[in-house]
């Protein structure tokens, strides 16, 4: 069994910053595809970030420049550091991540249980 918890979001002024993170814990796995997602009030949950298996980092139009998206795999951890964040940003943050569990050599998507981040002007 794999678990995944999220860092504690936040209220953050237009043009600050915010860190989010994303850890995973249990026994046997390897984590191959992380990615970050926004759920804005009223929207579809879409795609801010992500790294694939070949660790190039692909970001949403309106977050390019602004938000990093990284790993740290000695931590099983995935981070999303946001800069220069503007209200448009507020929403809800999901981490998402593709584990490989080594017992069956299955990949299964993990979802982050979501972090509100609210951007006021």
């Known amino acids: 069994q794999v678990q995944v918890a999220e860092s504690v979001g936040g209220l953050v002024q237009a043009g600050g910053s915010l860190r989010l993170s994303c850890a995973a814990s249990g026994t046997s796995f390897n984590i191959n595809g992380v990615g970050w997602y926004s759920q804005a009030t009223g929207k579809q949950r879409e795609l801010v970030a992500r790294?694939?298996?070949?660790?190039?980092?692909n970001y949403a139009d309106s977050v390019k420049g602004r938000f990093t998206i990284s790993r740290d795999d000695a931590k099983n951890t995935v981070y999303l550091q946001m800069n220069s964040l503007k209200p448009e940003d507020t929403a809800v943050y999901y981490c998402?991540?593709?584990?490989?569990?080594?017992?069956?050599?299955?990949?299964?998507?993990?979802w982050g249980q979501g972090t509100q981040v609210t951007v006021s002007s």
């Open positions: 790294i694939i298996s070949v660790r190039n980092p």
């Open positions: 998402n991540l593709k584990v490989l569990i080594l017992a069956n050599m299955k990949t299964y998507s993990y």
